[in-house]
């Protein structure tokens, strides 16, 4: 029997506001346990959560950014439960009417694209931290009352892989925005996932399960793997699946059961009564408009558009706006989007892994890479002559004339001096020479070979090729 795969994922980002949504506690990751607590995000009786203006700044952006309608009129809902980490025994969250709603991410999955609907955004705080180990379990309240946003997608991703690019792109416009730096590493983007299946063509959707604790993309994408799998097995044998929320067992690829899964009525969500509606009238939401910068896919366009770049070749350089950005400000200073293109591509992000750093601290300057490829556009140096500077640049933090000058590297296309390497080569290799001049003249690239292995890379290849032409007869 065939199956559809219904997928829908939830995605919480960590804002990077400077302090917390109700309060004016510093949000700050790493710090020493319960350092950033005051009365309010500790629940203290009668203190009062003030707004973050941030917080809703960030939703609007990140909601005009996924083509959301902004809700002029937004109101806040408590979300019952209880939970150590949670002192006030509720989440300051929202409920019926979220800030953003109905927007779209356009995902591409073998060449193929397809839009995801956005059910809606909506603003909340986060728990705190429990931390358990074999002597008990200890609270970390720092993170308590940091600022989130939730992004409910509609369940139109069919397949894991579909899930995989919804999340890489949605990272990425979330990352333009600058509203969360969605280190998943570090808990500042988490996703949670639902699924379920149908017959093939069926238009009523099976019973989901909930899939959490999945700390990379890579793992969301083998949760469902293995669950879609779950899931069939239990349904080709007749079996029913449980309504459920199953936690992903990195270790053992597997998914276990950690709770039935709750419903809305469980949290028994009410207005939020210490906190006013929130107000977003036109001239808020076109000065956040004005903030936003270029997006992924108009970036990715524009670079196709305006240099004549592959799909492919746009969409590494726009994949983070540092790296587009440094893209083109090497070109302010060069103006060869091909030539910067693949040196960017090549050498520069090769550097950054070398380096394990990203791309706004890079070793290599965007002006100081472009004054190496002057050099090399100039063909003062050659392409094997450059790559050596830009390591040399990479770990002595100097730049690319002072290591070529004193080093001697600039590329030797003297004519005089080129011919007395390749009279060397041809008087030390007379076998070699005969059989060329028998007709195998494959063998030209062997004694280019030997003259850019002597010159150390720097001779000029197409002055030694008619040279070496012209004495082979
Ligand atoms: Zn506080």
Known sequence: MDWDIVIGLEVHAQLNTNTKAFCSCKVNYGDSPNTHVCPVCLAYPGSLPVLNKELVNSAIKLGLATHCTIRPNSTFARKNYFYPDLPKGYQISQFDDPICYKGYVDIEVAGKEKRIGLTRIHMEEDAGKSMHSESGTLVDLNRCGTPLLEIVSEPDMSSPQEAYAYLTTLKQIVR????SDCNMEEGSMRCDANISLKP????????????????????????????????KE??????????????????????????????????????????????????????????????????????IDSFSFTSEDASVLTSEKEIADYFEA?????NNPKLVLNWVRNEVLRILVDTGKNISESPVSPEALAELLVFLDKKEITAQTAKAVIDDMTKSGRSAESIIEEKGLKQISDSLELESMINKIISDNDVIVKRYQEGETKLLTFFIGQVMKISKGQADQAVARDIIIKRLG
């Open 200 to 231: 093939k063509g069926q238009k009523e959707l099976g019973t989901r399960t909930e899939l959490k604790n999945m700390n990379s993309f890579r793992n969301v994408e083998r949760a469902l793997i293995y669950e879609a799998n779950r899931q």
């Open 234 to 303: 239990v349904l080709e044998s007749g079996g029913k699946i449980i309504q459920q929320t199953l936690l992903w067992d990195e270790q053992n690829g597997k998914t276990k059961s950690m709770r039935s899964k709750e419903d809305s009525h469980d949290y028994r969500y009410f207005p939020e009564p210490d906190l006013s509606p929130v107000f977003v009238d036109e001239a808020w939401i076109e000065k956040m408009r004005k903030l936003l910068p270029e997006l992924p896919a108009e970036r990715k366009q524009r670079f």
């Open 176 to 179: 333009y925005t600058e509203v």
């Open 330 to 334: 090497t070109l302010k200073y060069f």
